[in-house]
């Protein structure tokens, strides 16, 4: 097992900033952020490839900044000009594993989430979850 443990979150204001993390003890292939509202599915926010490269659902890309430090193997997830609709749980994410493949993906569909969609790898391992609410 390679537990997750995220931290940070809040309230905040809207068009406030508020900074999560998320933490793993183990080896990592790729991690991921994850939100999900309220009566709504959960959707993905962003990642961290494989390969360090960054990928954004639209909705937040211009306002979240995704990073990860390897040498403490914790994710960050920076939010600025928050909205209320970012209010939610957010979760972090992890494919531990891997192989001859890019971690290209934050799709969720059928109750399931894919770090590659053609291939149909799934993120196998889940934090918590921290609460994030924006008011107006």
């Known amino acids: 097992q390679v537990p997750l443990v995220e931290s940070g979150g809040g309230s905040v204001q809207a068009g406030g900033s508020l900074r999560i993390s998320c933490m793993a003890t183990?080896?990592?292939?790729?991690m991921a952020w994850f939100r999900q509202a309220p009566g709504k599915e959960r959707e993905g926010v962003a990642n961290?490839?494989?390969?360090?490269?960054?990928n954004y659902a639209t909705s937040v890309k211009g306002r979240f900044t995704v990073s990860k430090d390897n040498a403490k193997n914790t994710l960050y997830l920076q939010m600025d000009n928050l909205k209320p609709e970012d209010t939610a749980m957010y979760y972090c994410?992890?494919?531990?594993?891997?192989?001859?493949?890019?971690?290209?993906?934050?799709?969720?569909?059928?109750?399931?989430?894919?770090?590659?969609?053609?291939?149909?790898?799934?993120?196998?391992?889940w934090g918590q979850g921290t609460q994030v609410t924006v008011t107006s």
């Open positions: 994410a992890a494919h531990v594993g891997g192989g001859n493949w890019v971690c290209q993906d934050i799709h969720c569909a059928d109750g399931a989430c894919y770090a590659n969609v053609p291939l149909g790898v799934r993120y196998n391992r």
């Open positions: 183990g080896y990592t292939f790729c």
């Open positions: 961290v490839d494989n390969d360090g490269n960054p």
